[in-house]
């Protein structure tokens, strides 16, 4: 007959394999076979979806061969997984304001950005020219092209050259390989970015340009022409999921306190005006841009790339926005997520 203690020591060794079991299943749902198999069926599953078209206002987004489809998962921990066009590259367009964004915060701190720039999501379109005469060039962010001409402007560097060349340096460390500048994009970009031109002007006339305001337009447009692959972006994904430290190389890119600060401001503008639904539906900060990307990032966990031109009304792409919803319900990635204690 079984004493107490003999009921209690087989009692404590059921809690001990029931928690077990618990983080053996937690461990599982993110082990690099787990994600390989997610990663291939959201490629299966979305990779005849013919919605979208490729963005035309730049001439040279319309000539991208709309059937490119990549998705790259990088872990905190440098697993990589890759599937479909993972070597075809597209210029990061929008994406790249996540980076010069962290830059500034990186350089003059998380108080110089939120005053000089703003981190406030405007309500309006990514290139409306509105909120900067409503608030005299404030409460901007640097998601939107206001925001990210001005952040532009405070990036390091007494000259062009040396802010152009912090710029892809640091991009470069992001993405743990040496990234170079899409030429032709580049070329038809500049020769339509009169907007843009106009937003930092208007922005210079309300001091809240701080570089020359051509220049900084023609660094920001660059910028945008700086060529990547799903792999590429994955990598700058997980690198912010590691807290500014590139999962691979092992290189800090970044402060951890930069991270915090760029990925809030990614939750609440990352995706253009359907930046809440985009959250709402996902519960990652994620950031898109018109080539055709989108990153997104699972703190401490995992980032995401993906590439298909093709893009919705808003401006974001129609398959990236698929794939990455379906891997956060998958894999248990949204951040809000949580279980009620017993």
């Known amino acids: 007959m079984k004493t107490r203690q003999d009921w209690f020591k087989i009692l404590l060794t059921a809690v001990i394999f029931l928690v077990s079991i618990s983080g053996i299943t937690y461990a599982q749902q993110l082990s690099k076979s787990t994600i390989e198999a997610a990663v291939k069926e959201a490629y299966d599953k979305f990779k005849n979806v013919s919605e979208g078209k490729n963005a035309d206002y730049i001439p040279a987004l319309a000539e991208v061969n709309p059937n490119i489809f990549g998705i790259s998962v990088v872990t905190a921990d440098g697993d990589v997984i890759e599937f479909g066009d993972i070597n075809d590259m597209v210029s990061m367009q929008s994406i790249e304001k996540v980076f010069a964004m962290a830059m500034v915060i990186d350089e ?49 560097g007494a000259n062009y050259d040396e802010k152009w060349n912090n710029i892809i340096t640091k991009y470069s460390e992001f993405a743990g390989r040496d990234l170079t500048v899409n ?26 340009m701080y570089f020359d305001p051509v ?19 994955g990598m700058m994904a997980a690198t912010l999921c590691n807290g500014g430290v590139n999962p691979v190389t092992g290189k800090t890119v970044v402060s951890p306190e930069t991270v915090e600060h760029v990925l809030a401001v990614m939750v609440t503008a990352g995706l253009y005006d359907d930046s809440g639904i985009w959250i709402y539906d996902t519960g990652m900060p994620g950031k898109s841009g018109v ?5 997104a990032v699972a703190p401490g966990k995992l980032g995401i790339g993906v590439i298909s031109p093709p893009l919705d009304d808003v401006g974001n792409s129609v398959k990236a926005q ?21």
């Open 291 to 295: 080539g055709g990307g989108i990153i």
């Open 322 to 342: 698929y794939v990455i919803k379906y891997l956060s319900e998958k894999l248990g990635l949204n951040m809000y997520s949580v279980q009620p204690k017993n």
């Open 183 to 208: 030429q032709p994009v580049y070329e038809s970009e500049a020769a339509t970015n009169q907007r843009n031109q106009a937003l930092a002007w208007l922005l210079f006339a309300y001091e809240r």
């Open 215 to 233: 220049q900084t337009t023609d660094i920001y447009t660059k910028a945008c022409a700086i060529n990547v692959n799903a792999k590429d972006l």
């Open 108 to 156: 003059l701190g998380a108080d110089a950005l939120k005053e000089k720039v703003g981190v406030d999501a405007t309500g309006m379109k990514f290139n409306a020219i509105e909120p900067i005469e409503w608030k005299k060039g404030k409460e901007i962010n640097p998601c939107v092209n206001p925001g990210a001409l001005a952040t532009t402007s405070l990036i390091k």
